[in-house]
Each structure stands twice: as C-alpha cells, then as structure tokens.
C-alpha cells in the first residue's frame, strides 16, 4: 500500500521536519531534503527551514537527470562534490537553483519498493566525511522506520499519540500470541520429525546454515554426533552415478530456476551397502524470487526398488512362459492392459507394442452378443467376491469374422476396497472340445433314440 503525502500524520511530518532541519545546522548547507517519488515525478515532502534553501514543500520535477533518479534507481548512495566539473550532470535541473554538491540515500516502503530520497545539497563545492554521512544513514533508518510503523498500525492523519500507545500495545501482544503459536507448532513439527522414518535438512542461505535431522542420519546408519551438519558431508554419501544429478538439481534451486525437485538417488549407509532415497527439496523465496531457505524430505524406498525388482524378474518369467505357452496370455493392470502374448495380438490382427491401447469396452465388442450379459455377470460376481481364481467361458469374434469358444481363466490381486489391481488371464480356444462334446452329445442322442426303437 502506497501512502499519498497528504495522509502522513501530521506528528510523523512535523518530526521529520525537525530532522532536516537538524541536518542542515549540523552539516552547515542550505537545503536538507524528503522526497517522494511518484513514477518519474520527485516532490519536496520535506524542505529544511535553512537561508538561502531554494526548495519549497510541494515542488515537483521530473527526475530525469536528477540526482534523485540516480539514488532511486541503484538503489546506492550517491555523492557529488561537485556537478560542475562532471559532464554527466550537466543537464541536472538542480544545477539551474545553484545547487552543485549533493549526498543523497533511497527511502524505501517495508516491501522493498522505492519510497523516495533523503538528501542534502549546496551551492558550493563539498566533500562530506564519514561522521556526516552516518548521520544521514541514522536518519534515513528513522524514516523508514516511521514509514513501516505507519503500514503496520494502518496510521491516519486522525491518529492520536494515545491511540497510536494502543494499537502498539495490541500489536505486541498480537505479536505474543503468535510467537507462542509458532514456538508450539515448532515442538510439533519437531516431534513429527523425530516420531518419522523420513530424514530432513534445513539450509538457511542467508545465515549459511546447513542442518540435517537426526532421522536422516539414522537413514544412513550415523548416530546424530558422527556425522556433521555439512551439505558437502551429504552430498559425500551420494552414489558416484547420482552425484550429478542430484548436484545439479541443488544448483538450479540455488540459482532461482527452479523451484523444487523430485529426485531417486542412492545413498552410501554405514554399514557399507547402497540405500535408495527419494528427494524431495524445495525451496523458500522472497517477493523478488531469490531463495532464502530450502528444506528437503528423504524417504528411504530401498524395498519399494527391491519388490520392483522382484515384480519385473516375475513378469519377465511370465512373459517367458506366455510365450511358449499354446494360450493366450494377458496382462491387467487396474483396466488396463500392459502385456500381451504374440499368440493374442495374432488373433486380433495387432502388434504387441499396439495391445496397451485395448481396452476392455474393445475386448467386449467382440464376445457374442448372447454372451456379453454372462460374460459381465460372472466377471462382476466374482470381483465382489474377490476370487483369486476364476474362470468365464464365451464366444469371440475371430478375425475371418466367426465366433470360438473361448475360456478365460483368471488369476486376480485386489486393493483394501476389492478393486482388483492386477489381473493375469490365460484365454483358452476351447472350440474344438466344445464341438466334440457336442459331437458327443449328438452320439449319445441318437443311440439313445436306437435301444428305445429296438426296445
């Protein structure tokens, strides 16, 4: 919120008048000076009550050429002993009120944006020591202190010293209130941190400190006192492969590209094996993107690669066997179809790297009409009944456009709520036997019908 001059309280404006004023007697000049800017226009706030100050409350300039714009722009003071003599200021506007020496400081809002210039100038030629330009640098802090008070009480030019007493004092017990808050969320997270399997790290930037929790420690086998508080201790314990990356990743956080990361790195335990961590850092910033603070989360998922592992050694085997195997052979994941053997894709006319994009709407289109209702009565009763093993029979459309009889025999995990995770089904071409029995039944017909006829 940017505050317009005429909304300063009145005692705020009458002590910063007593400031320029003071400035101008101790440093012996003509003008001291506040300003506020306003896009590319400065206007005298403050004017010292001094002899010979050709600056009034309520001027205004545009600030190009100005010493001002300079101040404001860089952010940086600026002193000039003397404009005459530098080229660069020949066309400064407060060359044309005589004034050649000028030292000047940025006022800013608490938010960092510029609030205007605290300055003194003369009309003659000025080196200024040490001891008159921290007396500037003391007042400017005054300043920019009043302006963050007037911002976090919300002062008006009503405002009374009683009331201005009365909202410090709520502030601070505010302030009470939500310090202790903090200081009990911060036993909680504490707690947490230590009640859980994950590690952490807290790195303050700009206190250049590096903490590391004493869970993420345990991860890697070290009592809290055996291993330092040092990222470059941390990034140590990363596998030679991962190093890379992962440094990078850090880098990127630090250079204000990124924000977070999610990165799987081994990581050297005590003992002398490898642990997989997941890594999860992000990083804090401020209003104008730079990283003040990351923090990162480690999860040790060591058995979660080591049944992947597992998983992928038993699927291979599955394909293997699916293979070599005279059925066809599928492979559900949730709905959705990962693997199927030559065999299948053969009989539905596709590749095997096209078998992901069946569904099982697709696979239903092509069961026998008069089969579908079984077909998905059967499939539902037994998913409610979280069968491990079941088996449906139907007829399929072949690809020279006739039905087989065919026999799915399922093998079937499910989830906590019975929805099945995983679905490995062995389709059987069962025509042949079905036409046998069939054949069969025909046979027994007819030699029943011949014993009652010679009955």
Same mark, same amino acid.
């Given at each position: 919120?940017?505050?317009?001059?005429?909304?300063?309280?009145?005692?705020?404006?009458?002590?910063?008048?007593?400031?320029?004023?003071? %400035?101008?007697?101790?440093?012996?000049?003509?003008?001291?000076?506040?300003?506020?800017?306003?896009?590319?226009?400065?206007?005298?706030?403050?004017?010292?009550?001094?002899?010979?100050?050709?600056? *009034?409350?309520?001027?205004?300039?545009?600030?190009?050429?100005?010493?001002?714009?300079?101040?404001?722009?860089?952010?940086?003071?600026?002193?000039?002993?003397?404009?005459?003599?530098?080229?660069?200021?020949?066309?400064?506007?407060?060359?044309?009120?005589?004034?050649?020496?000028?030292?000047?400081?940025?006022?800013?809002?608490?938010?960092?944006?510029?609030?205007?210039?605290?300055?003194?100038?003369?009309?003659?030629?000025?080196?200024?020591?040490?001891?008159?330009?921290?007396?500037? *640098?003391?007042?400017?802090?005054?300043?920019?202190?009043?302006?963050?008070?007037?911002?976090? %009480?919300?002062?008006?030019?009503?405002?009374?010293?009683?009331?201005?007493?009365?909202?410090?004092?709520?502030?601070?017990?505010? %302030?009470?209130?939500?310090?202790?808050?903090?200081?009990?969320?911060?036993?909680?997270?504490?707690?947490?941190?230590?009640?859980?399997?994950?590690?952490?790290?807290?790195?303050?930037?700009?206190?250049?400190?590096?903490?590391?929790?004493?869970?993420?420690?345990?991860?890697?086998?070290?009592?809290?006192?055996?291993?330092?508080?040092?990222?470059?201790?941390?990034?140590?314990?990363?596998?030679?492969?991962?190093?890379?990356?992962?440094?990078?990743?850090?880098?990127?956080?630090?250079?204000?590209?990124?924000?977070?990361?999610?990165?799987?790195?081994?990581?050297?335990?005590?003992?002398?094996?490898?642990?997989?961590?997941?890594?999860?850092?992000?990083?804090?910033?401020?209003?104008?993107?730079?990283?003040?603070?990351?923090?990162?989360?480690?999860?040790?998922?060591?058995?979660?690669?080591?049944?992947?592992?597992? %998983?992928?050694?038993?699927?291979?085997?599955?394909?293997?066997?699916?293979?070599?195997?005279?059925?066809?052979?599928?492979?559900?994941?949730?709905?959705?179809?990962?693997?199927?053997?030559?065999?299948?894709?053969?009989?539905?006319?596709?590749?095997?790297?096209?078998?992901?994009?069946?569904?099982?709407?697709?696979?239903?289109?092509?069961?026998?009409?008069?089969?579908?209702?079984?077909?998905?009565?059967?499939?539902?009763?037994?998913?409610?009944?979280?069968?491990?093993?079941?088996?449906?029979?139907?007829?399929?459309?072949?690809?020279?456009?006739?039905?087989?009889?065919?026999?799915?025999?399922?093998?079937?995990?499910?989830?906590?709520?019975?929805?099945?995770?995983?679905?490995?089904?062995?389709?059987?071409?069962?025509?042949?036997?079905?036409?046998?029995?069939?054949?069969?039944?025909?046979?027994?017909?007819?030699?029943?019908?011949?014993?009652?006829?010679?009955?």
């Amino acid at each position: 919120m940017m505050i317009s001059i005429k909304h300063f309280p009145q005692h705020f404006i009458e002590k910063w008048q007593r400031i320029a004023d003071l %400035l101008a007697v101790n440093l012996g000049l003509p003008a001291a000076l506040i300003l506020k800017v306003n896009q590319d226009v400065m206007e005298v706030m403050i004017s010292s009550h001094s002899e010979n100050n050709p600056y *009034h409350v309520g001027d205004k300039e545009q600030w190009s050429g100005l010493y001002c714009q300079e101040v404001i722009q860089t952010q940086k003071e600026l002193l000039v002993p003397n404009a005459l003599k530098s080229a660069r200021w020949k066309n400064n506007p407060d060359l044309k009120r005589g004034m050649i020496a000028y030292y000047g400081l940025p006022i800013n809002y608490p938010d960092g944006k510029p609030f205007g210039t605290i300055c003194v100038l003369d009309n003659v030629e000025k080196h200024f020591s040490d001891v008159q330009k921290m007396l500037l *640098h003391q007042f400017k802090n005054v300043v920019e202190l009043d302006i963050a008070l007037i911002h976090s %009480l919300e002062i008006t030019t009503e405002t009374t010293d009683a009331d201005l007493i009365h909202q410090l004092m709520n502030q601070n017990k505010q %302030l009470k209130l939500e310090h202790e808050a903090l200081r009990k969320s911060n036993e909680r997270n504490k707690l947490a941190m230590k009640a859980s399997n994950d590690g952490f790290i807290d790195w303050d930037i700009e206190k250049d400190t590096f903490n590391i929790s004493a869970s993420m420690k345990r991860l890697l086998g070290y009592a809290d006192h055996e291993f330092a508080d040092e990222y470059a201790r941390l990034e140590q314990m990363i596998h030679q492969d991962d190093k890379k990356a992962f440094s990078e990743h850090v880098e990127l956080l630090l250079q204000n590209v990124t924000e977070r990361f999610d990165l799987v790195v081994r990581m050297h335990h005590k003992n002398g094996h490898f642990c997989w961590i997941q890594a999860r850092w992000i990083a804090l910033r401020d209003p104008q993107g730079k990283s003040l603070r990351i923090a990162g989360s480690h999860t040790d998922i060591t058995k979660l690669k080591e049944d992947a592992q597992v %998983l992928k050694a038993s699927e291979e085997k599955i394909r293997v066997l699916a293979e070599n195997a005279s059925d066809s052979v599928l492979l559900l994941e949730g709905d959705t179809m990962t693997y199927a053997s030559q065999r299948f894709c053969d009989y539905f006319g596709i590749k095997q790297e096209e078998a992901c994009h069946i569904t099982i709407p697709l696979l239903l289109s092509k069961v026998h009409p008069d089969d579908v209702p079984h077909y998905v009565q059967e499939m539902q009763r037994s998913q409610e009944q979280q069968k491990e093993r079941y088996s449906v029979t139907f007829r399929m459309l072949n690809p020279e456009g006739n039905y087989d009889w065919i026999q799915n025999n399922v093998t079937a995990t499910y989830d906590h709520s019975g929805k099945p995770i995983r679905r490995i089904i062995q389709a059987r071409d069962i025509t042949d036997t079905i036409s046998l029995e069939h054949e069969l039944n025909q046979s027994m017909q007819k030699y029943r019908l011949y014993n009652d006829l010679c009955g």
